[in-house]
């Protein structure tokens, strides 16, 4: 499958970016692996990057992706290798997995994901499951998916401290479920190993705790290579004990954009960028791209209408918004068909398995593509642009891809070091 071909406005520092990132290649490499020795990696991990041309930055790390269905099929067997290494570094004797998905049994491209993601453990040689924790499911049902394929939903079982499903007692539990609604009772206090802990949950994770840990990362990386981190960082604060619909903690928000504001104009006065500068302002927890708008100032946040007031205050299973990440808002000048477009980078374990364009139709450069009407365009992760000595430079083409994997890890080894935090019971302060 070709790489999409992507209409991509590069210009002023980014090129130098990737040259860096490029050149710096065995140095980044060698950096990561020390980090890697020094800090557990999450299983698996999705990460969204905006490329605004001027600066490339993520904007949302997921640790329980949820669209392997996505992916380019080529790249399948990267997948099968890195699950191989995922779960033999957790635990070596497992054989047997109970998988346990969202409860979206009616949205069947997710199950494409479930689908998918099953099959990749399988050709890993683990014998898997899936264990639904809907109480309607009481029997193994089967499901038709649009692509031809079928699943099997099955009720977990809990005997004592283990989960299962009929005849089935596997050696661990991978959950593809983010815990948004707060962690069940059935998964609580198992001897099983359960991955990802359950500590990664929306019940108890927050967006800004993530970003004050990558703001580490991206600092140390930064010096490692010598450039600014702003250009691989976004901006953020955080704002709690609001209600949108009852205009409470606006206050917060409202300061916490003009200061993120005042800060990019100067950026942007810098490097020289003439778009004006936006805020996104976004639920501290969840997914699924709800709870989310772009603001120009904090005047906007009292000018909300009663529709954009109730769209902000509730996210996934109707819960109720009270804490949020006001966040730098990133420009993407990729667009695929003259659609705006932004990658979205899969990892398992340590590695960079592949990823997708999010590409809407109907949304701007400064919006959250992860809406409804979207779509996905599988992309391929070309060679980097590294030569012999007999090749010219000239003759190679420039490698953002390579550029997007190292932002992505980034993300990834920041979400280590939240893990750690949270499992520590402290807190990673904010820089």
């Given at each position: 499958?070709?790489?999409?071909?992507?209409?991509?406005?590069?210009?002023?520092?980014?090129?130098?970016?990737e040259k860096?990132i490029?050149?710096?290649?065995?140095?980044?490499?060698h950096?990561?692996?020390?980090?890697?020795?020094e800090?557990?990696?999450?299983?698996?991990?999705?990460?969204?990057?905006?490329?605004?041309?001027?600066?490339?930055?993520?904007?949302?790390?997921?640790?329980?992706?949820?669209?392997?269905?996505?992916l380019?099929?080529?790249?399948?067997?990267?997948?099968?290798?890195?699950?191989?290494?995922?779960?033999?570094?957790?635990?070596?004797?497992?054989?047997?997995?109970?998988?346990?998905?969202?409860?979206?049994?009616?949205?069947?491209f997710?199950?494409?994901?479930?689908?998918?993601?099953?099959?990749?453990?399988?050709?890993?040689?683990?014998?898997?499951?899936?264990?639904?924790?809907?109480?309607?499911?009481?029997?193994?049902?089967?499901?038709?998916?649009?692509?031809?394929?079928?699943?099997?939903?099955?009720?977990?079982?809990r005997?004592?401290?283990?989960l299962?499903?009929?005849?089935?007692?596997?050696?661990?539990?991978?959950?593809?479920?983010?815990?948004?609604?707060?962690?069940?009772?059935?998964?609580?206090?198992?001897?099983?190993?359960?991955?990802?802990?359950?500590?990664?949950?929306?019940?108890?994770?927050?967006?800004?705790?993530?970003?004050?840990?990558?703001?580490?990362?991206a600092?140390?990386?930064?010096?490692?290579?010598?450039?600014?981190?702003?250009?691989?960082?976004?901006?953020?604060?955080?704002c709690?004990?609001?209600?949108?619909?009852e205009?409470?903690?606006?206050?917060c928000?409202?300061?916490a954009?003009?200061?993120?504001?005042s800060v990019?104009?100067?950026?942007?006065?810098?490097?020289?960028?003439k778009?004006?500068?936006?805020?996104?302002?976004?639920?501290?927890?969840?997914?699924?791209?709800?709870?989310?708008?772009?603001?120009?100032?904090?005047?906007?946040?009292?000018n909300?209408?009663?529709?954009?007031?109730?769209?902000?205050?509730?996210?996934?299973?109707?819960?109720?918004?009270?804490?949020?990440?006001?966040?730098?808002?990133?420009?993407?000048?990729?667009?695929i068909?003259e659609?705006?477009?932004?990658?979205?980078?899969y990892?398992?374990?340590?590695?960079?398995?592949?990823?997708?364009?999010?590409?809407?139709?109907?949304?701007?450069?400064?919006?959250?593509?992860?809406a409804?009407?979207?779509?996905?365009?599988?992309?391929?992760?070309?060679?980097?642009?590294?030569?012999?000595?007999?090749?010219?430079?000239?003759?190679?083409?420039?490698?953002?891809?390579?550029?997007?994997?190292?932002?992505?890890?980034?993300?990834?080894?920041?979400?280590?070091?939240?893990?750690?935090?949270a499992?520590?019971?402290?807190?990673?302060?904010?820089?």
């Amino acid at each position: 499958m070709p790489v999409p071909h992507l209409s991509t406005a590069l210009r002023g520092p980014i090129l130098d970016l990737e040259k860096r990132i490029i050149n710096a290649m065995p140095t980044i490499e060698h950096w990561f692996r020390k980090k890697w020795r020094e800090h557990t990696v999450p299983f698996y991990c999705s990460v969204d990057l905006r490329n605004s041309g001027f600066k490339l930055a993520p904007v949302d790390t997921n640790l329980f992706p949820g669209g392997f269905n996505n992916l380019n099929p080529e790249f399948i067997p990267l997948c099968v290798q890195a699950m191989m290494s995922a779960i033999e570094k957790i635990c070596p004797d497992t054989h047997s997995v109970l998988l346990i998905p969202e409860n979206h049994t009616r949205n069947t491209f997710y199950l494409q994901n479930i689908a998918t993601l099953k099959n990749i453990m399988e050709y890993a040689g683990l014998n898997v499951r899936i264990g639904t924790l809907l109480p309607e499911i009481t029997s193994a049902t089967q499901i038709d998916l649009p692509n031809g394929q079928t699943i099997t939903l099955e009720p977990v079982v809990r005997k004592n401290d283990r989960l299962g499903v009929k005849d089935f007692e596997p050696c661990a539990v991978l959950l593809n479920n983010d815990l948004s609604n707060g962690i069940p009772d059935m998964l609580q206090n198992l001897s099983q190993i359960v991955i990802p802990p359950l500590h990664a949950g929306w019940s108890t994770r927050r967006k800004s705790l993530h970003f004050a840990a990558y703001d580490r990362v991206a600092q140390e990386f930064a010096d490692l290579i010598g450039i600014d981190p702003w250009l691989i960082n976004p901006r953020f604060s955080s704002c709690g004990e609001i209600n949108f619909r009852e205009k409470q903690g606006e206050e917060c928000v409202a300061s916490a954009i003009d200061r993120i504001i005042s800060v990019i104009k100067k950026k942007y006065q810098q490097y020289d960028v003439k778009e004006d500068p936006f805020v996104i302002v976004k639920a501290d927890s969840g997914t699924y791209g709800m709870g989310i708008m772009t603001v120009k100032s904090g005047e906007d946040i009292y000018n909300l209408n009663r529709k954009q007031r109730n769209k902000m205050a509730v996210v996934k299973e109707g819960l109720q918004v009270s804490n949020v990440l006001v966040q730098e808002g990133v420009y993407t000048f990729e667009s695929i068909n003259e659609a705006v477009a932004e990658p979205v980078i899969y990892m398992i374990d340590r590695y960079v398995i592949g990823g997708f364009y999010r590409v809407h139709t109907g949304r701007g450069i400064d919006e959250n593509l992860n809406a409804p009407g979207m779509h996905f365009v599988p992309l391929a992760f070309e060679t980097p642009c590294v030569v012999p000595q007999n090749v010219t430079q000239t003759e190679c083409i420039p490698n953002r891809f390579y550029a997007y994997g190292v932002v992505a890890r980034l993300a990834l080894l920041a979400a280590a070091l939240e893990l750690e935090q949270a499992h520590s019971g402290t807190q990673v302060a904010s820089v």
